[in-house]
């Protein structure tokens, strides 16, 4: 499908994970490395760690992600929590120094789906504006 559009890179990891990138759009949000991330602990807090949308939520609310952001000046898209609810697929567990990336597939490969990481142009007070998004598939 992007074999024509030089601008899109298709690969395979190899534990199976397709990535299809477009060259052009910055990676540094998604190379953030992040100390600790703790499921576990923000599920006994009550966060619920079973919609797409509080999972994302969580993990870019991590410290490391949002003083990047905030140093670099990008905002991020609000986005209303409309998303049908499987209370038997739960997030858990921890994770230590890994990438928001990395992070972000941990979540993929618990809820079945695929994230999507997009970028636009920004605003009159962000420079520019990231929006994370999760399609489950059951």
């Not at 079973?50 to 986005?79: C, W, Y």
């Amino acid at each position: 499908m992007f074999e024509k559009d030089g601008n899109m890179q298709v690969t395979q990891d190899a534990d199976g994970t397709i990535r299809i990138v477009e060259k052009s759009m910055p990676q540094d949000l998604l190379n953030v490395k992040i100390g600790h991330i703790s499921f576990d602990d923000e599920q006994k807090r009550g966060g619920g760690m079973f919609t797409p949308p509080l999972v994302l939520g969580f993990i870019v609310s991590a410290s490391e992600v949002q003083s990047f952001m905030k140093d670099h000046n990008i905002g991020r898209q609000p986005r209303l929590i409309n998303q049908v609810v499987n209370p038997s697929t739960v997030v858990s567990g921890e994770l230590n120094n890994v990438t928001l990336s990395q992070a972000l597939d941990y979540t993929q490969k618990t809820m079945r789906g695929l994230w999507v990481y997009k970028e636009c142009p920004g605003d009159k007070k962000n420079k520019r504006i990231v929006d994370f998004s999760f399609f489950q598939y059951w």
